[in-house]
């Protein structure tokens, strides 16, 4: 079976190309150091739609297919991973409100993500908890007309920016969703500095002081907001920082084909090295290997196959560990410039670590993966009657 881009695919491709070349790459560097993003950049991101991708385009979105949608995350991440990130949580927000959201939430939400009228964020993780997400210690509490938020939020990828936050925490015990606008009484954001990769991403804490929201800003119903609410979010997001790090990864290909045709040592150009023609050829294949990975997911998720989610976490298990070793590679080529901030490639070894970790790390990726291959070597050698109660026991 042969795999290629549609017509569609291909130029879309091309103008994605053509506005990170233009608009984010020369200038990604300068906001690494000043962990900084421009608004003007955000504004002209909305206006090429890009926030409202793959919302429905009765809310004002794209409708974008999840193929397509994959290549802007690893276009812009080519650019700058963290402007990439400010697609994901807002998409991953955008995402699970469109699925799980009640009629008027969509109707008043979604066109204001979809223009970028409002950019969300995404607040699960904490100060004590990380991978494991359903014992998030935010507390929330019915009181009389509202709910009351108490609690820390921590890592909040563009919180210093967000208008609105799709927190999770506990209620009646329960995890559980919430919409909460930043000038909540009782929100505090607090801007968050110094972090290894993904600098410009404008990172914060959040702090819930009997934070008082409105009883229509939970979203679904108690209980929802692991399993189905942030399961959805996360699963989007993990497609997202998958494509994005074939990004990353195409970027360090890209800097090294250009370094080792200007650089000479020993009276040869660096391309004329075996070594160096090695760890070039071992880049390629894995570029294009975590690029079929993604497309792979992609089609999947467009087409609702359940098989999607594993599809997701393998590329993006596959694709963040493949960026950081490619991403070593080509500041090992570089030698003492790919450690110098005057070259690209020490940004992209930092931010594919910070790939490594988020939106579910390598090692739950790979408790995950491992689980579904033995469910699935299991249930293709016994009878069918025993598949329940094994997949009971794992």
Not at 174 to 190: D, H, I, R, Y
Not at 221 to 230: D, E, M, R, V
Not at 271 to 286: A, D, F, P, V, W
């Amino acid at each position: 079976m042969k795999l290629e881009l549609s017509a569609q695919q291909k130029n879309a491709k091309a103008e994605f190309r053509a506005f990170v070349n233009q608009e984010i790459y020369p200038n990604a560097g300068e906001w690494d150091k000043k962990e900084f993003t421009p608004p003007e950049l955000i504004k002209k991101i909305a206006q090429r739609s890009f926030l409202g991708a793959i919302l429905p385009q009765e809310y004002g979105g794209q409708g974008m297919d999840l193929i397509t949608y994959g290549i802007l995350n690893e276009e812009i991440g080519r650019g700058c991973s963290s402007v990439r990130s400010l697609l994901t949580v807002h998409n991953m927000v955008a995402h699970a409100l469109c699925k799980w959201g009640n009629k008027f939430q969509k109707q008043y939400w979604l066109p204001k993500f979809a223009s970028g009228e409002m950019i969300a964020a995404f607040a699960l993780s904490e100060p004590n908890v990380g991978s494991d997400a359903k014992s998030v210690e935010t507390t929330a509490t019915l009181a009389d007309d509202a709910y009351v938020l108490n609690g820390q939020k921590k890592w909040i990828t563009y919180g210093q920016i967000a208008d609105v936050f799709l927190v999770f925490a506990k209620c009646e015990g329960k995890p559980t969703a919430f919409l909460v606008e930043k000038n909540s009484p009782g929100l505090s954001v607090k801007p968050m500095s110094g972090i290894l990769g993904t600098r410009a991403s404008m990172t914060a804490e959040l702090n819930f002081n009997n934070c008082q929201i409105s009883l229509e800003n939970l979203v679904g119903k108690l209980g929802f907001g692991f399993s189905y609410i942030a399961a959805t979010a996360l699963d989007y997001g993990r497609y997202s920082v998958a494509s994005g790090c074939v990004g990353i990864a195409q970027a360090c290909l890209e800097a090294c084909i250009k370094y080792t045709n200007e650089r000479k040592q020993f009276g040869v150009y660096l391309k004329e090295h075996q070594l160096i023609r090695q760890m070039i050829s071992q880049m390629i294949t894995n570029v294009k290997a975590a690029r079929l990975l993604c497309y792979q997911a992609g089609y999947l998720k467009d087409i609702n196959d359940p098989n999607s989610i594993m599809e997701t976490s393998i590329a993006k298990y596959f694709a963040s560990t493949v960026a950081t070793k490619i991403a070593n590679d080509a500041v090992q080529i570089h030698g003492g410039n790919g450690c110098s901030s005057e070259y690209p490639v020490e940004r992209y070894l930092r931010d594919s670590k910070i790939m490594e970790i988020i939106e579910g790390s390598t090692q739950i990726q790979e408790i995950t993966i491992a689980e579904s291959g033995y469910q699935d070597y299991l249930f293709s050698t016994v009878p069918t009657g025993l598949e329940k109660k094994l997949a009971e026991r794992i």
